[in-house]
């Protein structure tokens, strides 16, 4: 069973349940019935139309489920609106149905939370992980989320800015480890871009083009992660690059900055600099600053204290550091890499240490697990 397949058909087969007259939530039930049923019979008995076969059997279950509900007399007339086999329609509604879950109805973090569950196909866990909160308290706001727009019209897009925070979020799941998930992000913005004139989708696309040319250098052929400074640079793809840096310079061009384009300014340095020595960390400042004016976001100011180490030396980067929460992830394996390069190795591999332990994927705890281990042998010697 494809399970990547499967992904890809859901958002398709949820849309038209919903423009047949399901309300969202019960929608979604439907078609996790439906999936859980694919993954039992495919494997004997693969069906020549996946989409349509999809369809059926979730518009099925929704029906059974409306029967039983207490409107079932108004439901019931939908019997009648079941539609006659063959293939389905091929049309793509994944970013449809994004501006669909960004309802006015629910505030723009409610939304973003049930559109990475129910479209974007993130785990309650990796949703929580996004958003820096407990799973249970992201639980609990998916939950509010699909109580609110069940039974209600979803017939007036949402805003676009929370379309956008979607689709970064899932980018960055993807970027982290699944690389369908990155692709798909890409290729949604790509059709956003492509249907509205906006500053902050071309930031956006430019940002996610940009990172994703540095996909191939980012793991060693063992799986282990290489930092940015260690990337072999004839590994990025280079035309991803010149296109990312085109979009941005387009959109930097309008006078309208938002927090993807100078997001995206900071990746362009990164990514136009021959080796890591001459990166233009002054510059990077800059924009760092730019973005912290933006988002007031501690994870920015984080990102920040690295930059301000490598521009304006160490000290001036732990005395950055020292000035936000420690326990913002990854303030630990921060402080680890600022130490080792101010020359305190005993320190830095006490951090690395405790920053593996803290660590919520797999790839990155093994990395710093290492760096500990490294700067140990190093001191036995």
Known sequence: MDEARLRS?????????VRRGADFAAAEDAVQDALVEA????????????????????????????????????????????????????????????FLCAHPTLTP??????????????????????????????????????????????????????????????????????????AEAIRLTRQLADAIDHPEVAGLLA??????????????????????????????????????????????ARDRLGEYQAQAAIAALHADAPTAAETDWVQIVEWYDELARLTDSPVVRLNRAVAVGEADGLRAGLTALAALDESLPRHTAVAAYLHERDGDPATAARLYAEAARKASNLAERDHLTR???????????
């Open 9 to 17: 058909l859901t958002p398709g087969v949820l849309a038209v349940l």
């Open 109 to 182: 973090s409610s939304a973003v939370a049930l559109t990475l569950r129910a479209v974007g196909g993130l785990t309650t866990r990796q949703i929580a992980g996004a958003y820096l909160v407990p799973e249970a308290t992201m639980a609990q706001r998916i939950s509010r989320a699909k109580r609110t727009v069940s039974g209600v019209r979803l017939d007036r897009p949402g805003d676009v800015s929370t379309v956008l925070r979607v689709l970064y979020l899932v980018f960055n799941e993807g970027y982290s480890g699944d690389l369908d998930l990155a």
């Open 371 to 381: 760096q500990a281990a490294r700067l140990n042998a190093q001191r036995d010697r």
């Open 207 to 252: 940002l996610m083009l940009l990172h994703h040319a540095r996909r191939a250098a980012r793991t060693a052929p063992d799986g282990s992660l290489v930092p940015l400074a260690e990337q072999d640079r004839r590994r990025w793809d280079t035309r991803a690059i010149a296109e990312g840096v085109r979009i941005l310079q387009t959109a930097l």
């Open 39 to 98: 993954v039992r019979v495919w494997p004997d008995h693969p069906p020549r139309d996946a989409k349509g076969w999809l369809v059926t059997v979730a518009w099925r279950r929704f029906l059974d489920a409306a029967r039983a509900d207490t409107t079932r007399r108004r439901r019931e007339e939908r019997v009648d609106r079941e539609p006659p086999p063959g293939p389905a329609p091929g049309a793509d509604d994944t970013l449809w149905l994004y």
